[in-house]
């Protein structure tokens, strides 16, 4: 049910994110306006929430009947200065390009009644590089959602004052999501800043030859018990997403020197029009990859590489998470907890770590530097806090 303290909220921006946040709430009780600059993406609203519709009554988020009345509380705006009128909450989801990021907030720092409490969903950009172009500091933060997940990061900026952090915590429990509240910013949050190493060292293994696309998969699948792996995800994002990060000269890398590589290995399948999943191609074809084929997982050849597989994926993804938690940023069973909602996926990573033990671990590490998939200084900083924390034992 709708916060005491919340009653509308307006979604700046009206693409994917916008959309799918703004009726989420809509069909928790909130009134919404959705706002774009663009027309031609206002007039594509409804389809795509009709889509998103569909998402949520196929995902239990809610029932059918429920669907009406919530469209009915979607305001659609083309004019910000009336959609932010008599807003408690903004939800900012526009181009994730700096300049853009804060000239937006730049006006509706301007526009929106004091009181408003005014949030970034900027998957990329961070809280201090926005947030002092607004003069209400104390009400502005990162309210970060991942898509199909009812993951919702809230982090605070150097100004923020910790009533806003809390009733932003609890409007995200409003709205049937799973709130974490980062203890400070971190680039790709908590999720994205292990799911990105993941994925970049399941190319770096296909690439160095270690193993090929279908080993990568099949291994992590098995290892993890996951609906697909790696590059079945990176179909599920779209092969263009994953190009677009990489060629971000500007975004700090997991393995800056895969990048030339990486770029050309997309590149030649993006060209093609093999964009993954919504084009009916990337990795694998579709509608029936060959990941879901019953004998998918059991088609390994003789000598399949699924202990180096499994070594370099527990390495990047464990690895990760424990700088994380040595950046302060967030516990180790907020971490674990963050994985497991925003993956479906049974165990965190430093679960994961408990049940494979620091020995082994240790090992893998080992063998990830003298691969050159980890620098000895972060393998070392990584290990050095596992011994003195004595994590996952």
Request: hydrophobic letters at 45%.
């Amino acid at each position: 049910m709708p916060l005491n303290e919340i009653k509308r909220v307006c979604y700046v921006g009206a693409g994917t994110m916008g959309c799918y946040n703004a009726l989420a709430a809509a069909i928790c009780g909130y009134e919404v306006a959705l706002y774009d600059v663009d027309e031609a993406t206002l007039d594509q609203v409804a389809q795509r929430q009709s889509e998103f519709a569909a998402m949520f009554v196929g995902g239990g988020y809610c029932a059918q009947e429920d669907i009406a009345p919530a469209l009915a509380r979607v305001r659609i705006c083309a004019d910000l200065g009336d959609a932010t009128a008599a807003a408690d909450l903004v939800s900012e989801s526009v181009y994730e390009r700096l300049d853009v990021k804060r000239a937006i907030h730049r006006r509706l720092d301007e526009v929106c009644p004091p009181g408003t409490i005014l949030t970034t969903n900027s998957s990329v950009l961070l809280v201090s590089q926005i947030e002092d172009v607004v003069s209400r500091g104390d009400r502005f933060a990162a309210l970060h959602s991942h898509l199909g997940s009812p993951l919702v990061d809230v982090v605070p900026g150097p100004r923020t004052d910790a009533a806003v952090i809390d009733l932003l915590r609890r409007y995200v429990l409003s709205i049937n999501g799973v709130p974490l509240v980062l203890q400070k910013e971190y680039p790709g949050y908590v999720l994205n800043a292990l799911l990105g190493p993941a994925l970049s060292t399941a190319q770096a293994l296909m690439l160095d030859g270690a193993a090929g696309i279908e080993d990568v998969d099949r291994t992590w699948m098995i290892d993890r018990n996951a609906a697909m792996g790696p590059f079945g995800m990176i179909d599920l994002f779209g092969l263009g997403v994953i190009l677009d990060s990489w060629e971000d000269a500007g975004r700090k890398h997991h393995l800056p020197a895969l990048r030339e590589r990486a770029i050309q290995f997309l590149r030649s399948y993006t060209e093609k029009g093999k964009l993954g999943m919504k084009a009916g191609e990337g990795f694998y074809q579709y509608p029936q990859p060959a990941y879901q084929h019953p004998d998918f997982l059991h088609s390994a050849n003789p000598g399949s590489p699924s202990e180096v597989v499994s070594g370099a994926l527990n390495v990047a993804l464990i690895g990760n998470a424990v700088l994380i938690a040595m950046a302060g940023v967030a516990q180790p069973g907020e971490i674990d907890r963050a994985w497991k909602v925003g993956t479906y996926l049974d165990a965190g990573p430093f679960e994961i770590l408990a049940k494979l033990g620091h020995e082994s671990f240790q090992a893998a590490v080992e063998q990830e530097v003298g691969a050159s998939r980890i620098d000895r200084r972060k393998a070392a900083l990584v290990l050095t806090y596992l011994n003195a924390e004595e994590i996952g034992e």
